[in-house]
């Protein structure tokens, strides 16, 4: 879900919002409260700010 979303995300796809609405309680447990973060600028439509926060959240999730 994260590889297809930051492919979705960087091609500035409106597919991304209904990709994140299915799998956001993945999000959610996957990236804790970064999730959130990424689901609401995902909702306004901030995709780079969206695959920052997504990289952000794999990167914690790597150091644990």
Known sequence: VRARL???LAAGDIAAH?????????LRA??????DTLLRQIGAFDH?????????GIDQRNEC
């Open 6 to 8: 930051d492919v979705l």
């Open 18 to 26: 209904a990709l994140a609405k299915a799998e956001a309680p993945l």
């Open 30 to 35: 996957g990236l804790g409260a970064v999730g």
């Open 48 to 56: 780079e700010a969206a695959r920052a926060t997504l990289q952000e």
